[in-house]
């Protein structure tokens, strides 16, 4: 079978606009799935990567109240502000020790 250079262009041209369109398509899912009122949510293995920390860590922050949560159709979620101010809270701010000079 013997392809000429024009039927093969023309074919990788469709090819890439259908490329195009289905990546347009799955920015627009990506969008609508993962936002609630404009703010980004995350799911337990995002935060779990994301933190670096186990899960028994993550039910604990949540447990404690540390950590806010939202269900979903029974699927926990977690908006990145949330996520963000838990960082901030957590953080612990070492101040060198001051040496005593006598």
Do not use: C
Not at 7 to 19: L, P, Y
């Amino acid at each position: 079978m013997n392809i000429d250079r024009m039927e093969f262009i023309s074919w990788m041209e469709r090819i890439i606009e259908r490329f195009d369109l289905m990546s347009s398509h799955i920015s627009e899912l990506e969008k609508k799935r993962g936002s609630v009122d404009g703010e980004e949510l995350l799911d337990n293995q995002d935060i779990l990567q994301m933190l670096k920390i186990s899960s028994r860590s993550l039910q604990r922050y949540r447990s404690s109240g540390r950590l806010p949560y939202y269900t979903i159709s029974g699927k926990i979620y977690y908006k990145l502000s949330d996520v963000h101010q838990f960082i901030r809270e957590s953080f612990n701010v070492r101040m060198p020790k001051a040496y005593d000079r006598e």
